[in-house]
DNA sequence: TTAAATGCAAAGCTTTTGCAATACT
DNA sequence: AGTATTGCAAAAGCTTTGCATTTAA
C-alpha cells in the first residue's frame, strides 16, 4: 500500500472519479509520491500557482488520494493517503515521526476501549516527548 | 485543580511573576474563568483589543497558566491550563469532548508503551468518531 | 466542442508586530 | 518615576475565491 504505489494507479484514480488529468494534478501527485515526508502546499507548488496547487488538493483529497496533516505550528503538510498512517510529535525538539503499524494498532485499540472514540493519528499527531526528550 | 480556582488565585500567580494586572489581562483571565470550554481569542477578547488579548494569551501561557489547543480547523482556543485535560473530536459531527482522567491515564500509558512518547492531548485532540457517528 | 482546470490577482481569516500613549507598581 | 502594557494600525502568513483563458476528453 505504499512501495507499490505508481503514478499511474493514482492516475487511474483521478479518472475514475471523472476528473481530468492535467499537468498541474500531475506535478502535485508526483511531488507527493516522491517525498518520504509530508510536504506543504508552496513546497509541492515549487514555482508553479499556488492556488492551483491548494485546489488539487482539496480534489484529490475529496476522492481520498491525499490527506492532510498539521504536524505542529505553521502551514498544513500533504501526503498520499496510502501513506498516512499515524504520526507523533515532539514538543521539545520538534521532530515528527510516523507510528509503527503495530503501535498504532494498540494505541487505536485502547482508544476505543477507554474513550469509545475511533481514533486515527492521520490529521493531528499525539503530541508530547519523544525518548530522547524526556526527563 | 478546578473548581477549586479563583481569579485571585490566578492573580497572584501572575504577580509572582513579577507581570503587571491590567484590566485586559483581567477580562481574559475572567473570561477563561467563567467559560465552560476553550475560547477563541475573539471570544475572549468581545469588543477589547484584539492584539492585547493575543498577547496576554502567550504570556499566560509562557507563565503556565493558560493552554491553548487546536480543537479542529478554525481559530485556535485557549483554556486555563489548569482545566486542560486531553481531548476527543469527532470527525463526523464535530463534537469535541474532554477526556475522562481514567481514559487518559490508561491511553498515555499505552502510548508510552508502544511508541516511546510521553504524550498529553491537550494541545492536538485526539480525532476519530464518537460513539454516535461510527458505522 | 465544452466543461473542467488553470493562472493570476485580489480578498479573507487568524495572528503578529511597531509604536506612541497609558497606567500599574 | 519608570517601565510593563495597552490600543490602534498595519503587516505577515496561510488559504480561498473570482474570473477570463486554456486544455483535456
Same mark, same amino acid.
Given at each position: 500500500?505504499?512501495?507499490?504505489?505508481?503514478?499511474?494507479?493514482? +492516475?487511474?484514480?483521478?479518472?475514475?472519479?471523472?476528473?481530468?488529468?492535467?499537468?498541474?494534478?500531475?506535478?502535485?501527485?508526483?511531488?507527493? +509520491?516522491?517525498?518520504?515526508?509530508?510536504?506543504?502546499?508552496?513546497?509541492?507548488?515549487?514555482?508553479?500557482?499556488? $492556488?492551483?496547487?491548494?485546489?488539487?488538493?482539496?480534489?484529490?483529497? $475529496?476522492?481520498?488520494?491525499?490527506?492532510?496533516?498539521?504536524?505542529?505550528?505553521?502551514?498544513?503538510?500533504?501526503?498520499?493517503?496510502?501513506?498516512?498512517?499515524?504520526?507523533?510529535?515532539?514538543?521539545?525538539?520538534?521532530?515528527?515521526?510516523?507510528?509503527?503499524?503495530?503501535?498504532?494498532?494498540?494505541?487505536?485499540?485502547?482508544? +476505543?476501549?477507554?474513550?469509545?472514540?475511533?481514533?486515527?493519528?492521520?490529521?493531528?499527531?499525539?503530541?508530547?516527548?519523544?525518548?530522547?526528550?524526556?526527563?
Amino acid at each position: 500500500m505504499d512501495g507499490t504505489m505508481t503514478a499511474a494507479a493514482l +492516475l487511474n484514480t483521478v479518472r475514475s472519479h471523472g476528473l481530468r488529468v492535467s499537468s498541474a494534478r500531475r506535478c502535485v501527485l508526483e511531488a507527493l +509520491l516522491a517525498a518520504d515526508r509530508p510536504l506543504t502546499a508552496e513546497e509541492i507548488a515549487g514555482d508553479g500557482d499556488l $492556488a492551483s496547487v491548494y485546489r488539487n488538493l482539496e480534489t484529490l483529497e $475529496a476522492i481520498g488520494v491525499v490527506r492532510h496533516v498539521h504536524l505542529g505550528h505553521g502551514p498544513g503538510r500533504y501526503a498520499l493517503a496510502a501513506r498516512s498512517g499515524g504520526w507523533a510529535t515532539c514538543e521539545a525538539c520538534g521532530c515528527s515521526t510516523p507510528l509503527e503499524p503495530a503501535a498504532l494498532h494498540e494505541i487505536r485499540r485502547v482508544v +476505543l476501549e477507554t474513550a469509545g472514540f475511533d481514533a486515527g493519528f492521520g490529521h493531528f499527531p499525539i503530541v508530547g516527548r519523544c525518548r530522547n526528550c524526556q526527563a
